[in-house]
């Protein structure tokens, strides 16, 4: 039929089109429930089906176990239902933002090349656009269906004009196929979002930051810097770029003009390849070098899986709480 199907959850429920995700449906509904990458590969989203079936693929072992399969867990970002559905109600996560999720249209503003294989893309909205900094969309490319998710790296209050931060991947179709090879300024964009739960939570004004960014990973950490600036121009804040070579490094001018206006602001840039007067080596372990203590401080991490576990671990070394510790893990948006 081509009726929507009902999902309850609890005292919620939401409706929810023949052919879309479970996700998609509670988050333009205004309904929030925790979810991170939209792609199958984190696990934040899944819920327990107690009543109903739904069309949803092989979820990893390592996302969603056996035994959570086995109670009825799916990952909502993935499953479409194919009956009405009861499930668990859903865990709000009262430390994000929630704002509504919906399409978005805007054109690209301005191009820019600002280290080997990266870009800085803007683009103007049609209408403003509610997000927490942190957060992502997903351009559709055009012509193709798919979508790739880029975080704002513009805090939020900025309504005209998003900005992202865009790595080349060999052989991507969005990046390859499409940004790289032919975007040009002017030319619509379709998005949606917001997405994700990698969200700036200002919940201890003294609370100081460290900032650890792998890549192009820099971009909502930028979003989330600027964010803490403008609640409070004091505010103590490390940042730690790590790329693997000089010539990947960007927005260098940017943090150092932040760092020259703020005295609470520390920009340090690690090569982890590259040989320079710099700084070498990994985030973590710069974090470990400089501070003796990070008790007190919260952080905020995005980059390539392994860059971020390691930044963890150097946090944790060094006596951050763990829920302090925000991260976010980003698959290279081919
Ligand atoms: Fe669904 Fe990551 S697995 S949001």
Sequence with gaps: SERPFRIDAGDTSVECDPDQKMLDAFLRAGVWIPNSCNQGTCGTCKVRISTGTVDTPPPLDT???HTEQEQGFVLSCQSVPTSNLEIDSVTVDSSARHHVLRDISGTVGSIR???DDTLT????LDEPLEFTAGQYVELSIPGTGATRPYSMANPPGQDGELEFHIRRQPGGAATDGWIFDGMTV???VAMTGPWGDFCFTPDDPDLGLILLAGGTGLAPLKSIATAALELDPEREI???HGVRFES????????QTLAANHPGV??????SRGQWSGRTGYVGDAVIADLPSCKGFSAYLCGPPAMVEAGVKALKRRRMSPRRIHREKYTPAI
Excluded: F, I, K, R
Excluded at 248 to 255: F, I, N, P
Excluded at 266 to 271: F, G, S
């Design 121 to 124: 893309v803007t683009v103007m």
């Design 238 to 240: 490390h940042v730690y």
């Design 248 to 255: 990947d490094l960007y927005d260098v001018e940017h943090w």
């Design 186 to 188: 002017g030319e619509p």
């Design 63 to 65: 996302v969603l176990s």
């Design 113 to 115: 090349q600002v280290a």
């Design 266 to 271: 520390n920009y340090t840039p690690c090569l």
